[in-house]
């Protein structure tokens, strides 16, 4: 059964010098964390050097995420390049008829079966690396927000640090002298 989400790896690591390029376009139909508003695009470049399997790619898309302020939807781009490493156990089977080449597997997240990448594997983790920890919509943390405000949010920072220990803040003034 051939599954389409694999790139076979094989002739690269037999053959130590080889390069194999790739354009991938793909709409992630597993990840539910992040809706694609167009599909990632990009390429993947790989290479055996004998010991390591070089992977590297540039990849893009366009995402609906969440305002981490006033949980509106937030359309954002993002972009991210790879570089992996992987370990390479054996000697390639055009340097040698008794042995072949294959990719050392030691990634908690399955990314190889086998010889062959799993290319949306590799390509989630990346584009999940690539997402801003807090996104933010075009009013930021300090604008007046009427999404947060109608909402009951935060409307700006507050300027004396945490609310909370305001009555603490009177030990830090000086004495007066009677």
């Not at 006033?70 to 992996?84: K, M, Q, Y």
């Not at 640090?161 to 003034?173: A, D, Y």
Request: with cysteine; proline share 7%.
């Amino acid at each position: 059964m051939k599954r389409d989400d694999l790139l076979d790896l094989n002739d690269v690591l037999q053959h130590p010098g080889r390069k194999l390029a790739v354009d991938i376009s793909t709409e992630l139909p597993e990840e539910a964390d992040v809706d694609l508003l167009r599909p990632l695009e990009g390429f993947l470049e790989a290479m055996s050097t004998g010991n390591l399997l070089l992977i590297t790619g540039q990849f893009s898309t366009r995402a609906v995420l969440e305002c981490a302020r006033c949980t509106g939807p937030l359309e954002v781009d993002i972009a991210f390049e790879l570089e992996e490493q992987f370990s390479v156990e054996g000697i390639p089977s055009s340097l040698s008829s008794q042995d072949y080449a294959k990719v050392v597997a030691d990634e908690p997240f399955e990314l190889f079966d086998g010889n062959s990448l799993i290319v949306e594997n590799l390509l989630r983790q990346g584009l999940l690396l690539s997402l801003p920890i807090q996104p933010l919509c075009e009013f930021g943390w300090e604008g007046e927000c009427p999404q947060a405000k109608e909402r009951g949010g935060i409307n700006s920072l507050p300027t004396s640090g945490r609310p909370e220990f305001s009555r603490l803040s009177n030990l830090l003034l000086p004495e007066e002298s009677d």
